[in-house]
């Protein structure tokens, strides 16, 4: 895979795989179409075929060049491998993270509690002790509380 990976770098062989996808070409045919000489696009072939991506015929006194199905549909397995074993590791970190939240969301301290079930000490349920320490208005001289 990491020759198909350093092949598939440059840019003029990722075009070059491209046409080649698309049908046959010959190597002056290919070579039409960039604005590099013909032996440059026989390097650029050259390092297509040994990486396992285009495959080569002949027929007569021409050789065609075109796009290895196997070679593609391997590089695409190995990718797909990667990919879906990032993909399960992205589901697995946001399950977690729902999970989190989802707890944080339902119960986040004894203040968000609601009032009949915080917990009331014996100190503040006494008549008496409310009385006392209460800052609200008091009774006019000479009366009862």
Not at 1 to 11: S, V
Not at 20 to 44: K, L, N, Y
């Amino acid at each position: 895979m990491d020759e198909a990976l350093k092949a598939l770098a440059d840019g003029t062989r990722r075009r070059i795989l491209a046409l080649v996808s698309q049908d046959e070409r010959t190597a002056g045919d290919i070579a039409q179409h960039f604005p590099v000489s013909r032996p440059a696009i026989s390097q650029h072939l050259r390092v297509l075929l040994d990486a396992g991506l285009v495959s080569v015929r002949s027929v007569g006194t021409k050789r065609l060049y075109r796009a290895d199905a196997l070679g593609l549909d391997a590089l695409r397995q190995e990718m797909e491998t990667l990919w879906i074993g990032r993909l399960s590791q992205l589901k697995q970190i946001a399950e977690e993270e729902a999970r989190a939240q989802q707890a944080s969301d339902t119960w986040t301290s004894p203040s968000d509690e609601p009032p009949s079930a915080q917990p009331v000490s014996a100190e503040d349920a006494s008549p008496s002790t409310a009385r006392k320490t209460s800052d609200g208005p008091k009774p006019p001289k000479g009366e009862k509380p």
